[in-house]
């Protein structure tokens, strides 16, 4: 049976690791927020104009419940990214799992309006696809433009 010192073992996890600047969130959460927010205006003014059967009266696509929602569950998503990356020996991926976790899950309120009489399959289709709008405008900037270069030497 083989002994590694704590040295040995921890360069033999060098590879598997992955590190984010923290620092950068600062500017990149705040930019995550307002991309997803401004994404999720032009999806559902799009969503609004070619899907057919979406009532015009259907609270959960006007403009400020959708804005408010955004901002609300972007912030939020910008918060587990620090915690994932605070945590986490792997922080990207876990936060690619906790995310794509976390977009399935936010689609069954959406199922669920379809017990509304005012909903339709159209209304929550768009909305549904507002969610992954939002996912994919607040995944990639946290997981592309907070990774930390690769500055520490990998022994084997």
Request: include cysteine; charged fraction near 10%; proline fraction near 5%.
């Amino acid at each position: 049976m083989a002994v590694m010192s704590t040295g040995q073992a921890r360069m033999a996890w060098v590879d598997g690791i992955e590190r984010v600047a923290l620092r950068r969130l600062l500017w990149v959460g705040p930019m995550a927020v307002g991309a997803a927010t401004v994404a999720n205006e032009a999806a559902r003014r799009l969503l609004l104009a070619l899907v057919p059967g979406v009532p015009s009266d259907f609270v959960a696509l006007e403009a400020s419940a959708v804005a408010m929602m955004t901002v609300i569950f972007t912030i939020a998503a910008v918060a587990v990214f620090a915690a994932v990356a605070k945590l986490s020996i792997q922080p990207i991926r876990a936060y690619q799992i906790v995310s794509a976790v976390a977009l399935v899950l936010s689609l069954f309120p959406d199922v669920m309006l379809l017990n509304d009489p005012t909903a339709t399959v159209g209304a929550v289709g768009a909305l549904m696809t507002l969610h992954a709008v939002a996912a994919v405008a607040v995944v990639w900037p946290l997981c592309t433009l907070t990774r930390e270069a690769r500055s520490w030497p990998v022994r084997h």
